[in-house]
Nanobody, 119 residues
Framework: QVHLVESGGGLVQPGGSLRLSCVASVSIASIYGMGWYRQAPGKQRELVAAVTSDRSTNYADSVKGRFTISRDNAKNTVYLQMNSLKPEDTAVYYC?????????????WGQGTQVTVSS
């Protein structure tokens, strides 16, 4: 089992910045990919950003140029730096991890952290 704990959410004004953290219970070097998803009320959960073990990244079009995902293997932590925040970024943000084992592909989720962008 991989446990993921998010932190760093909160209330921020439009144009502001916030950094989310996700701490994994195992070495993230052993995890194929980690990412951030978000879900707003009435909307489908969507991928925000992801990073693989080789540090390849991808982002949702809506956040490109504003958000940056990074990982610190020594701290078993993945970060999401969010800049130039907009009200439409308001959502619960979830950390995700994908791991491949002999038994197949396994997917893990954190409990989520609320991000609210409002003046």
């Amino acid at each position: 089992q991989v446990h993921l704990v998010e932190s760093g959410g909160g209330l921020v004004q439009p144009g502001g910045s916030l950094r989310l953290s996700c701490v994994a219970s195992v070495s993230i070097a052993s995890i194929y990919g980690m990412g951030w998803y978000r879900q707003a009320p009435g909307k489908q959960r969507e991928l925000v950003a992801a990073v693989t073990s080789d540090r390849s990244t991808n982002y949702a079009d809506s956040v490109k140029g504003r958000f940056t995902i990074s990982r610190d293997n020594a701290k078993n932590t993945v970060y999401l730096q969010m800049n130039s925040l907009k009200p439409e970024d308001t959502a619960v943000y979830y950390c995700n991890a994908v791991r491949f084992l002999v038994g197949g592909k396994f997917n893990y989720w954190g409990q989520g952290t609320q991000v609210t962008v409002s003046s």
